[in-house]
């Protein structure tokens, strides 16, 4: 199982984590920030518990790419 969470109100809008994990991130139209899919807001930090550990990779160089590191993986 792997824990993604986004801090997504200290987005910079770099685009980084929609271009390297795009079945994870997406950019939102309205404000210009990432959106991390199917995720559950708590208190400003977006979650997803994600069974699949296939898409590790992309996802853990989408947060080491991120300028403000405001995405954290987590495997349990």
Same mark, same amino acid.
């Given at each position: 199982m792997i824990v993604i969470t986004l801090q997504?109100?200290?987005?910079?809008g770099c685009n980084y984590c929609a271009e390297l994990a795009? %079945?994870? @991130?997406?950019?939102? &139209?309205?404000?210009?920030? *990432?959106? +991390?899919?199917?995720?559950?807001?708590? %208190?400003? @930090?977006?979650?997803? &518990?994600?069974?699949?550990? *296939?898409? +590790?990779?992309d996802i853990d160089n989408a947060a080491k790419a991120c300028p403000v590191k405001i995405i954290s993986v987590k495997e349990l």
């Open positions: 997504r109100s200290k987005c910079i795009p %079945k994870k @991130f997406v950019m939102s &139209k309205k404000d210009g920030k *990432s959106v +991390l899919l199917h995720s559950v807001d708590k %208190k400003g @930090f977006f979650t997803v &518990k994600e069974p699949d550990h *296939s898409q +590790l990779n």
